[in-house]
């Protein structure tokens, strides 16, 4: 090939390809010039309203249900009695589960030389002897006292939960014979997580989630962490015939704020990114436009909201609310999937 086929080869690639490159730029010029014309995309949505709520922030946990604790009222609601001295059990006047009254007496001794029988005779002579004035009063309350030795008497109302005795039995000071419960005097005790304990106080309303609720209130918190766990022991009586046993385990939450009249949203209509800014998808005339809002309590599927100018009955995007542009078209659809409105909103 002679230099001039070479030179004449190199100008005919150069016109082929300043053809091609002008044919490229105006099918570009002629895409965006028509660019103003392209149809916007529609996104289909449901919507629901702002509205006005009551909403509660909660402390939750499980409790185990006991007799109620000793209060400045009243004494324990339960308790295990012990046999006054060493002795033999001669009778035994209740079963478990049978309803007894303060100051019954359960079970009778005989020790040593000593029968309760005696012992009880000897205390109605002294009551007689006394009444007319025959006897000192030093007399009776030995009486008194003797006899007191010799039985288990009953230190509340209440139901016995257990009898550990029979007739015959050796017992003494360390001895359990009975137990003794007022069921209508019951507490709950549980351990919340510390990380959620920092509102709790004596007064804070408590639901025990059973069936049906119980309500009652906190009485008793403690100024303790259980390092073990890193919870905090709180407890609650309970009011009487709640239908709860003791030794039962329930769920529970306890109220550490409530909100009344707030601003709430559909809890899936707020979006919320990693930086933790969160923004609603406000629907007005034809824009659905993105709004920052400031976010509360959440209950029952709302979320409390705050940002100027939102008040109750405005409409906001529900489902695909996430991934929403800040304006687009929109195609508004509730839940059966019935179109119900078509808001043209041009993509910025």
Do not use: W
């Amino acid at each position: 090939m002679n230099r001039k086929s070479t030179i004449a080869g190199i100008v005919v690639i150069l016109v082929a390809g300043l053809g091609i490159y002008a044919l490229v730029k105006s099918h570009g010029d002629a895409s965006e010039s028509g660019g103003d014309e392209t149809t916007p995309t529609v996104v289909t949505v449901q919507t629901g309203a702002l509205k006005l709520a009551t909403l509660h922030r909660y402390a939750q946990g499980y409790g185990m249900i006991e007799p109620a604790p000793a209060t400045a009222e009243q004494p324990a609601a339960s308790a295990q009695l012990a046999a006054p001295s060493a002795g033999i059990v001669t009778k035994v006047n209740v079963v478990a589960g049978q309803q007894v009254t303060k100051g019954d007496v359960l079970v009778e001794l005989n020790s040593g030389s000593t029968t309760y029988a005696l012992a009880e005779q000897e205390l109605a002579r002294q009551k007689e002897l006394f009444a007319q004035q025959n006897t000192s009063q030093k007399n009776l309350q030995d009486a008194e006292a003797q006899l007191a030795l010799l039985q288990v008497t009953a230190p509340l109302t209440g139901s016995v939960v257990s009898v550990n005795v029979k007739p015959g039995q050796a017992v003494d000071g360390s001895t359990v014979v009975a137990e003794v419960m007022d069921l209508n005097r019951l507490a709950v005790r549980a351990e919340i997580p510390t990380a959620e304990a920092t509102d709790l106080k004596p007064g804070n309303p408590i639901e025990v989630l059973t069936d049906p609720t119980v309500m009652t209130e906190l009485l008793f918190v403690s100024p303790n962490v259980n390092t073990d766990n890193g919870t905090i022991l709180v407890r609650a009586l309970l009011p009487a015939n709640s239908g709860l046993r003791p030794g039962q385990s329930v769920s529970m939450r306890i109220v550490t704020a409530v909100h009344t009249n707030c601003l709430a949203a559909p809890d899936i209509s707020v979006v919320t990114d990693e930086n933790g800014k969160s923004v609603i998808a406000l629907v007005s005339g034809d824009e659905a436009t993105q709004k920052p809002v400031q976010i509360g309590l959440r209950e029952n599927g709302l979320v409390e909201i705050s940002a100027p100018e939102l008040k109750a009955g405005e409409t906001v995007v529900t489902v695909g609310a996430y991934g929403l542009p800040e304006k687009t078209k929109i195609s508004v659809q509730n839940s059966s999937g019935d179109e119900t409105s078509t808001n043209s909103v041009a993509t910025k």
